[in-house]
T-cell receptor
Framework: DVKVTQSSRYLVKRTGEKVFLECVQD?????MFWYRQDPGLGLRLIYF???????EKGDIPEGYSVSREKKERFSLILESASTNQTSMYLC???????????????FGDGTRLSIL | AQTVTQSQPEMSVQEAETVTLSCTYD???????LFWYKQPPSRQMILVIR??????QNATENRFSVNFQKAAKSFSLKISDSQLGDAAMYFC?????????????FGKGTKLTVNP
């Protein structure tokens, strides 16, 4: 089975801190994703990466950056944390899909981040 | 841009009964993928079922089946013989096929409660 591991289940940080959320997958997937999940808003894509050192902005990239130095690891960075970034963060990975391929995304357990 | 709408924020069902969760989407494309994901209280999101738009036959996975109405842009999930373990948030998701795009567009979710 695919394993997507997020480094922390719960994290508490202070406003203005630089915060790192780490995600590792063990299935040699090309694609990795970061979402935030808020009640009533569903999942919103922050950033995704389709290869090492490659990244693309999702729907809500403001206030975030990402790093993918190795294929298995995708980091989400909050440069200067703010209270409105308190949320559940989900990491996902998938294998690269061809035009006629239908590979699903596999998700980690999530990190509940609180910014005080 | 594609959008996915889940009009039922919450649903409940009696154990052993059948429940249908609604999902509609908006797209100008003719070929795409649709997914239902389940997120139990433990939070890991898992794939329930997937459908390819060019296939007219509705997908089924054991007690889970979909009613895919392409013209109406509707993709509802039917859960038969509901079990306590079916209690979760359910998310409908869309992925375009053209260009091999990897991004999922999620609805806001439906919280399903299963009553014993």
């Amino acid at each position: 089975d695919v394993k997507v591991t997020q480094s922390s289940r719960y994290l508490v940080k202070r406003t203005g801190e630089k915060v790192f959320l780490e995600c590792v997958q063990d299935m040699d997937h090309e694609n990795m994703f970061w979402y935030r999940q808020d009640p009533g808003l569903g999942l919103r894509l922050i950033y995704f990466s389709y290869d090492v050192k490659m990244k693309e902005k999702g729907d809500i990239p403001e206030g975030y950056s990402v790093s993918r130095e190795k294929k298995e690891r995708f980091s989400l960075i909050l440069e200067s944390a703010s209270t409105n970034q308190t949320s559940m963060y989900l990491c996902a990975s998938s294998s690269r899909t061809g035009l006629y391929s239908n590979q699903p995304q596999h998700f980690g357990d999530g990190t509940r981040l609180s910014i005080l | 841009a594609q959008t996915v709408t889940q009009s039922q924020p919450e649903m409940s069902v009696q154990e052993a009964e059948t429940v249908t969760l609604s999902c509609t989407y908006d797209t100008s494309e003719s070929d795409y993928y649709l997914f239902w994901y389940k997120q139990p209280p433990s939070r890991q999101m898992i794939l329930v079922i997937r459908q390819e738009a060019y296939k007219q036959q509705n997908a089924t996975e054991n007690r889970f089946s979909v009613n895919f109405q392409k013209a109406a842009k509707s993709f509802s999930l039917k859960i038969s013989d509901s079990q306590l373990g079916d209690a979760a948030m359910y998310f409908c998701a869309y992925r375009r096929k053209k260009g091999g795009s990897e991004k999922l567009v999620f609805g806001k979710g439906t919280k399903l409660t299963v009553n014993p």
